[in-house]
């Protein structure tokens, strides 16, 4: 079933205001509803979060991003200089 706006943006563990930006700039593929309303599948939320990270469903989901998304790295850090 796919999610609202605001409960996609806690899943993924971001701000509803970004989510709308990611909406709005087709960062995010949605769904609308007859009345104009923007659905996310979870298909879609599964591209943005890593593989490693998936465990367990939604509970990882929602424990995934725990700080902003400026400071956070999808990856590994190979080198510091």
Not at 7 to 22: D, N, V
Not at 66 to 81: A, H, P, Y
């Amino acid at each position: 079933m796919p999610l609202k706006p605001r409960e996609a943006a806690i899943r993924l563990g971001i701000s509803y205001p970004t989510l709308k930006k990611w909406i709005y700039t087709k960062k995010i593929k949605t769904v609308t509803t007859p009345g104009g309303h923007h659905r996310i599948p979870d298909a879609e939320l599964e591209r943005f979060i890593p593989r490693a990270e998936i465990k367990s469903g939604p509970q990882t989901r929602r424990d995934f991003r725990k700080i902003s998304g400026r400071n956070q790295l999808v990856g590994r850090v190979l080198d510091i200089k």
